[in-house]
Each structure stands twice: as structure tokens, then as C-alpha cells.
């Protein structure tokens, strides 16, 4: 019994030993075999009866690690095989007739939890595992079985059967370095537990099983945290990110952006520019230090109770306190700042500082109401007589308001007439003599606002007014008041406006004008008069475009034209030399144009009707009404009349001598005429007619069977 617990025991420690072997190349690979020590150890120890009397010796060389399997396959000697049922199951054939001492290690790395592996033995070879069996399987991720053969005896061995994940394949990261093969590689976990990175036995970072990348310990917790950064170190704790490149575009950002972000919209960026960048605008300074906004605000401030200061040199410049007051410094320091300032709470005044070049310094003060306003300390002390309150530099004012109201800019201590440039609200550098800063939405808040008022009894040249819904400005010829055009739209670029009942502009997408081109959906022509230059429409002669445009009316010396659609071809109008007459049928003269005449008439009741007809070929005659001669003036022509049915001409043959013709054109003034055709059973023939229907040939012998030519005559 003691005996049996020995060497169970010896099995379960032999299934947990990892040994590493240096292979020919200098690599150092890992696998998983049944050791309880080191070979070197193991060779002393006093398990090494029990394993020669199983594994008949102690292998010479490591597993090799093959591709993880999805199908069959038949393993090779020394080699170590990972599995993938997930597709299916198959099955594993173990090497027939090897030496002595073979090892080979299987193993499942993935599986859907239904499909399973069977690992076969060859020949008449069994596993001792299953107590002479040919087959063992696995289902369970991880579970896998280390074998050895012993040849003496047949059987493959089960020297472990529960492997650690390592070294199997390229889907799993080894010491030596991976080269994956299938796109589901990953390196991480597939339970919730984070992923650890160690150094010296030493965490380093983290990455949590809910996402977040984290080093070390934060001291408290937050929500919503991509990643977290602690430390602790008395000194520098940095993290550093470096452009080596000194090129003119380089520059090193950390950039931020949005749910509406693009790589030119809704993004915030902070950066530095290389030493070689170059550029114009003040983000483009080499190695300058920039924050920006791009399409959107940029804010800088603090939401609790705490001050902004802004420092060069190591020294605060400027500091917005936590109530908005803006001040250079805590107190006054005139000796060395030029230009600088303070806000005294006491006396709710803010003190600018400017130093006159000798070292003595002025004041310019500014009180609110319930103190003292417009004190100033000018260089040269200027009386309250010229100004009320003034700015000025070197006794010249630069802005002043005078004991008379008038607001001054630019003009000298000795006169309060405004004779330079005024500018008022935010507006940038004045270009004029008056410059308006821009209106907004708000109420109030229009550049300029003119109140209704009466106009000036006399004009005065310049003067801008405004009555109702008119304003108007006064030109200097003849001092005439002239109006303002207004409009009630925003008028369309292209479009031709035109006055609306009330006198303001409009426009309509179907009234446009381009490159000399007016074009209108209709127009409508007042009507003419008997005056020189007073008709509706001047066509001017010119040429004839080489690419006729379809819808194009030209006029050409005596001949104007339109361009039609179908083939953009054009068709000239037709002329007449006289007003035409109804019922009479133009012709051409001899320049082309039209004209008719009392003897060539057509109507719907008679045809045509002519005075004479001549034809010089062969015609076509349907409805004509000729009160002359017909004529034909060539030899060999003649009048040609079609055959069918109700025709005027034909053949109709007797049958037992007579034949009745259908013909609907027979009227009570129709003229038959009949010709026979030979003498056979020759009879005298007579013709009988029926409005509407036709008429009828009989023959005086019943026998008569000839062909009669007939021609129908309309009587008049």
C-alpha cells in the first residue's frame, strides 16, 4: 500500500516541473514535462529507479512545438502538438514503431465545449493510462497528456496529463519572441482578470479587465477612466514625449477631439514646434510652445475659487483673481515696470503706471462715480478749461471730451474741434474717419440706428435722412434729395430685380442676367405706334452663330431665323410682300417671300380652285377646282388616276352579263362611263347608279362575260 501511494505521489509531483533546455542555436525554449527537479537534479535523486522502470531512460532532446492542429494528424516523434477542436473533432495518431524513449506531448488550447480530440496509438501499441487501451480523448481546454514510449513493452506512457499553457504555438507569446499566423492572435486574458506587466518581480503597469490602462495606484476612484498614471517620487515624475526631427514642419502634439472630430475640425492641441520649423503666424515660431482651438472655443480658467497668473521669466505679469478682477500685481511697483497697473479694491480705481523716459512717473486714475472721474497726471498739467477728461502723451490729446459735449481723438491741447480720426466700440484699426464696431443679434445692438424725423426744408449737400420707411441722402448736384433703393429680399446674384408695389426691390429665379444675356420666362411687348423708334421689338442685322444654339431668333440683312430643337438646325420665318388674303394660297416670288393671288383658292368644301393648271410632269390632282383648261403642255403625259376601292377608274368583269361595282363615292350627279373589252357574246351595255353605294353594268346577252373598263365623272 505504501508502495502505491509512493508512486502516485511521484506522478503528481512529476506532472508540475518545468524544465529549461539550451537547443543548438543558443535559444532558450520552454516546454512542460514530468520532472520534479532539473535533469542534473534529478540524475541524484532517489526517484531515478522508478522512472527508468517506466520510461526505460530519461529523454536526450527537448520537445519540438508543431502549429496548432484543426483537423487529423499523425505526430512525429519529439514532437509537442496543441489542438483546436473548435470546427470539429478529429484525431490524433501517435508515431508507429518508434525507438526507444520517444516522447511526444498533445495538448487543447481551444474548443467550443462539445467537439473532441481522440489521440490514437498505432499497431498493437496501448496507453498504460487506460489499462491497455488504444485511445484516450480530451475535451477541456488545457487538459493535455505528455507521452513516452517504452519499446520493450508496447506501451505509450501518460507521464502528465494536465500541461500548462506555454511555448505551443505562434497564437501564444513566448520569451524568444512570437511570429503569428492567424488573425486571432491576441496577447491578453479571456476571463476578468486584468493583464499584468512586470519588471524585477515588480508590477509596472496594468491593463483592467473593464479597459482601463492604468500605473499604480491611484489614492482615489473616478468614473469614466481611460487610463491613470501614479507615482510617487520626490523629484521630476515625467512622461515625455519627443519629435527628434528638427525639420520646418515638425513639431511634437498631444491632440484631443470630439465626437464631431476630423483631422481639420473640432480638436484641441498642445504641442511644441521643432527648432527648425518655419512659418508666419505666431503658432509657427521655432520651438515655440502653442495650445490651440480649432472650430471650436478655446477656454482657459478655473472653476473653483482659485487665480490665473501669467509669468515670464520665472516672474507673474498678470493675474485674473478668483472675483475677475485683473491686476499686474498685488502693489504697486513703479520703479520697475513700465506701463504696468493695479486695481485698489479700497478705492475701486484701477492705476496705470507710464514712466517719461527720466524716471519720474504719472498717474493716470480712473474712480467711479462715487469718487472723483477724469483725474489724470499728465506730464504737462492741462487746464480744465480745454478738457474735461482727457488722455494725452506728450501734451498732445489723444482722446478728449469737452465742456461743450464734443468727444475729440488726435487733436492738440488748444483746441477741442474733432479733426482726426473717431472711432467708436471694438473695432480694429480705424480706416476711416469714422469707424463702427460690428452689430450682433441682440437687441440694441446695431452699428448705427437713424430715429424717423422730417426732412430739411432746404437740402443740405451730404445729409443722410430717414422719414417712414425712406431713407435718403442729398447730392451735392443741385442739392437733390435723392432715395435710398431698398429691397425686400436678399437679392440673388444673377437675377434682374425690379420694383414692387411699395417701391422696394425684388427678384425672380425666372428673371436672370448673364454674360449680355437677359433671360425672362415670358415677355410681354406694349403695343406699338405709328412714331419712328416706338416699335415693340429692334432686331439689328449681325451674324449668324457658327454653332446654332436650339430657341435662337437671329436676324441676318433680310432674313430672320430661329434655331429649332431637333438637330439645333435652322429654319428661317417666312415673309410676305403683302398682307395675305384668307382662302388664297401663297407662293414664293422671286426674293423668297410670299405673296397670293384671286384665281388660286382653296377651301374645305371646294379643294382647289385655279383659273388654269399646267403641268409639266406627271401629277397627283385630289379636290382641285379649276375654272379654266386643264393643260398639258408635253407630249406623252397625261392625267393619272389611282385604282381600288371606290376609285373612279377600274375593271369590272361580267358575270352571266352584269356586275354590280360598290362604290360609296357615287352621288345622283355621277357619270359612268363603260368600254368593253373584245366582241365575245357581244350585247349592248347600259350602267344604272345608286347614291351611296355604286352602280351596275348589264349586258343585252346573259352569256356575256367580258371585262368593261368604267370611269366615274362627278357632274357640276
Known amino acids: 500500500m505504501k508502495r502505491i501511494i ?42 531515478l529507479s522508478f522512472w527508468n522502470k517506466v520510461t526505460d531512460g530519461i529523454p536526450s532532446t527537448p520537445l519540438t512545438v508543431t502549429p496548432v492542429k484543426i483537423a487529423s494528424y499523425t505526430v512525429s516523434a519529439g514532437e509537442f502538438v496543441p489542438l483546436d477542436a473548435t470546427l470539429s473533432s478529429f484525431t490524433i495518431t ?42 484516450i480523448s480530451t475535451q477541456i481546454v488545457n487538459q493535455g497528456y505528455m507521452l513516452q514510449y517504452n519499446v520493450s513493452t508496447g506501451i505509450w506512457y501518460v507521464m502528465a496529463d494536465d500541461l500548462p499553457l506555454s511555448g505551443l504555438d505562434t497564437r501564444y507569446w513566448g520569451s524568444a519572441g512570437n511570429s503569428p499566423t492567424v488573425s486571432t492572435t491576441f496577447l491578453g486574458t479571456t476571463n476578468s482578470q486584468a493583464l499584468i506587466f512586470k519588471t524585477n518581480n515588480t508590477e509596472r503597469f496594468r491593463i483592467t479587465e473593464t479597459g482601463p490602462f492604468t500605473t499604480g495606484t491611484l489614492t482615489y476612484t473616478d468614473v469614466n477612466t481611460w487610463s491613470s498614471f501614479q507615482g510617487s517620487a520626490n523629484n521630476y515624475y515625467q512622461s515625455i514625449w519627443q519629435n527628434s526631427n528638427s525639420g520646418s514642419t515638425a513639431s511634437t502634439d498631444l491632440v484631443l477631439s470630439n465626437n464631431l472630430g476630423t483631422s481639420t475640425s473640432y480638436y484641441g492641441n498642445f504641442g511644441i514646434n521643432s ?42 505679469r498678470f493675474k485674473m483673481d478668483s472675483v475677475g478682477i485683473s491686476r499686474m500685481f498685488t502693489t504697486p511697483n513703479t520703479s520697475t515696470i513700465n506701463g504696468a497697473f493695479w486695481y485698489d479694491n479700497a478705492f475701486r480705481a484701477f492705476t496705470f503706471y507710464h514712466s517719461d523716459g527720466t524716471g519720474s512717473t504719472n498717474n493716470a486714475v480712473f474712480k467711479n462715480a462715487m469718487r472723483e472721474v477724469g483725474v489724470f497726471m499728465p506730464a504737462t498739467t492741462v487746464t480744465a478749461t480745454n478738457y474735461g477728461v482727457q488722455f494725452t502723451t506728450s501734451d498732445a490729446t489723444g482722446l478728449g471730451f469737452a465742456p461743450n459735449g464734443n468727444l475729440s481723438m488726435g487733436v492738440t491741447t488748444t483746441s477741442a474741434v474733432i479733426t482726426q480720426r473717431l472711432r467708436l466700440g471694438n473695432t480694429t484699426t480705424p480706416t476711416s474717419w469714422l469707424s463702427l464696431m460690428a452689430g450682433s443679434t441682440a437687441t440694441s445692438s446695431a452699428p448705427m440706428k437713424f430715429t424717423s424725423g422730417a426732412l430739411q426744408t432746404t437740402p443740405e449737400v451730404g445729409a443722410v435722412e430717414f422719414l417712414t420707411d425712406q431713407p435718403s441722402i442729398v447730392i451735392t448736384t443741385g442739392a437733390a434729395r435723392k432715395n435710398f433703393v431698398l429691397s425686400d429680399i436678399t437679392l440673388t446674384s444673377g437675377r434682374v430685380p425690379f420694383s414692387t408695389t411699395n417701391g422696394r426691390m425684388t427678384d425672380l429665379a425666372a428673371f436672370t442676367y448673364a454674360t449680355n444675356r437677359l433671360s425672362p420666362t415670358y415677355i410681354t411687348l406694349a403695343a406699338g405706334t405709328t412714331a419712328a423708334g416706338t416699335a415693340p421689338l429692334v432686331m439689328t442685322s449681325g451674324a449668324l452663330l457658327t454653332t446654332p444654339i436650339a430657341g435662337a431668333i437671329e436676324f441676318l440683312t433680310d432674313q430672320p431665323s430661329i434655331v429649332i430643337t431637333t438637330g439645333a438646325a435652322r429654319k428661317n420665318f417666312v415673309l410676305s410682300d403683302i398682307t395675305l388674303t384668307s382662302g388664297r394660297i401663297p407662293f414664293n416670288t422671286t426674293n423668297g417671300r410670299v405673296t397670293d393671288a384671286t ?43 389611282k385604282t381600288g376601292v371606290n376609285a373612279s377608274v377600274g375593271t369590272a368583269t361580267l358575270v352571266a352579263g352584269t356586275i354590280a361595282v360598290a362604290n360609296t363615292n357615287i352621288t345622283a350627279n355621277s357619270r359612268v362611263f363603260i368600254s368593253p373589252v373584245g366582241n365575245a357574246n357581244a350585247g349592248l351595255l347600259d350602267v344604272t347608279t345608286s347614291a351611296g353605294v355604286g352602280f351596275t353594268i348589264r349586258s343585252a346577252s346573259p352569256s356575256d362575260v367580258r371585262p368593261v373598263y368604267y370611269w366615274v365623272v362627278e357632274g357640276n
Do not use: E, H
Open 6 to 47: 509512493s508512486i502516485l505521489i511521484c506522478f503528481l509531483v512529476f506532472s508540475a516541473t518545468q524544465i529549461n533546455a539550451q537547443v543548438s542555436d543558443n535559444r532558450v525554449d520552454t516546454y512542460w514535462a514530468p520532472r520534479v527537479v532539473p535533469v542534473k537534479q534529478y540524475r541524484d535523486s532517489t526517484w
Open 94 to 135: 501517435l508515431p508507429s514503431a518508434p525507438a526507444n524513449k520517444t516522447q511526444v506531448g498533445v495538448k487543447m488550447v481551444l474548443t467550443n465545449g462539445t467537439n473532441t480530440v481522440q489521440i490514437r496509438t498505432s499497431g498493437s501499441d496501448v496507453f498504460n493510462k487506460v489499462g491497455g487501451g488504444t485511445t
Open 275 to 316: 527648432s527648425g520649423f518655419t512659418g508666419s503666424s505666431i503658432f509657427a515660431k521655432p520651438s515655440a510652445v502653442y495650445l490651440t482651438g480649432t472650430t471650436s472655443d478655446l477656454a482657459i480658467g478655473t472653476t473653483t475659487n482659485s487665480s490665473i497668473y501669467f509669468a515670464t521669466d520665472g516672474t507673474t
Open 599 to 641: 384665281g388660286f383658292l382653296y377651301s374645305t368644301t371646294s379643294g382647289l380652285t385655279t383659273t388654269s393648271l399646267t403641268a409639266t410632269s406627271p401629277s397627283t390632282l385630289a379636290g382641285i377646282v379649276n375654272t379654266g383648261n386643264i393643260t398639258l403642255t408635253t407630249a406623252g403625259n397625261g392625267i393619272t388616276i
